[in-house]
């Protein structure tokens, strides 16, 4: 491809956008709406998901050993469980700490009460705090570990594991459902810019095809058209989510501390660095896309 043809191909590509300036500006709004909709709701689920994974790190299953049990013993079967691809990490508790935490809980201020125990009252408290990779990997963990010799007792918190991951199947069946009803609408709006092109360019397409104007040069400059207003439409939204999370952000740790204290927000830059990218490419794509489907149904050439 000519640099002159490529040259004319953007020229006549922001010339359509300035000539239909009232479909352009339209389909512009609302490709910007569309993306900060979705922008709005990847931010939620981007939060929402940093929120349940800390959650999910912070649940243990935990594994209680034999009566008498050597110590070479728990240490095989803590080598053992941490080759399990499910297993993140995983902590050994003893007996005598495990006597320490709970005076520290249950004797808090009262701390002479323990003094009563000649003996470690937990003696046979030694244990493994296990924390997964996934929490549905949970189930399968589990049986594994039940099935040891030398484990007496494995304690999980099935209903915590249950709700987390079936909260993670909802909230990835809704975040693919509004994408792709987003997407449509763009495509659908990007076809009515183009057609508009299409018909205020008709009789100069004719002309274009007499003198011996090859099709890519008269398709080119629609694509143009409709990459530019994808690209615009995707960038404003942008702008704009930046500055309004980075405030609410920062209002939120000042005006709601105990709010900050419960959820931690993603930084901007961490979320940011994800989106960015991915919005640019989306109002791209459908505007390419849109181009396409809309030059092969209405442009004969």
């Not at 007996?95 to 701390?111: L, M, Q, R, S, T």
């Not at 003198?211 to 890519?216: L, P, W, Y």
């Not at 702008?239 to 900050?260: H, M, N, R």
Request: proline residues 2%; aromatic residues 12%.
């Amino acid at each position: 491809m000519k640099f002159n043809t490529l040259l004319y191909s953007i020229q006549q590509g922001f010339k359509n956008i300035v000539r239909n300036s009232m479909f352009s500006v339209a389909s512009m709004a609302t490709m910007a709406a569309c993306i900060f909709m979705f922008g709005v709701f990847y931010i939620l689920v981007f939060n929402v998901n940093a929120m349940v994974k800390s959650a999910e790190e912070s649940v243990a299953v935990t594994v209680f050993f034999d009566e008498g049990i050597a110590d070479s013993r728990i240490q095989d079967i803590g080598e053992d469980i941490q080759k399990r691809t499910e297993v993140r990490a995983i902590n050994f508790v003893s007996a005598e700490e495990a006597w320490e935490y709970f005076k520290d809980i249950y004797f808090e201020g009262n701390e002479e009460y323990a003094t009563g125990f000649s003996e470690n009252p937990l003696a046979n408290s030694a244990n493994y705090e296990i924390y997964l990779n996934d929490i549905s990997q949970q189930s399968s963990l589990v049986r594994y570990l039940e099935n040891i010799d030398g484990v007496r007792e494995v304690k999980q918190s099935q209903s915590v594991a249950e709700t987390l991951t079936e909260f993670n199947k909802i909230l990835s069946i809704v975040s693919g459902g509004i994408i792709l009803i987003l997407l449509c609408v763009a495509i659908f709006l990007i076809n009515n810019t183009v057609t508009v092109g299409i018909a205020v360019r008709k009789e100069e397409i004719a002309i274009m095809k007499l003198i011996g104007a090859t099709d890519f040069l008269v398709r080119a400059p629609f694509i143009v058209e409709g990459v530019v207003i994808g690209l615009i439409g995707a960038s404003i939204p942008l702008t704009l989510l930046f500055v309004l999370y980075d405030k609410i952000v920062e209002y939120f740790a000042v005006q709601f501390t105990f709010v900050g204290e419960l959820l931690q927000f993603v930084s901007p830059a961490v979320l940011f660095q994800g989106l960015i990218p991915i919005a640019l490419t989306l109002g791209v794509g459908i505007g390419f896309l849109g181009s396409i489907w809309t030059i092969r149904k209405h442009l004969k050439v």
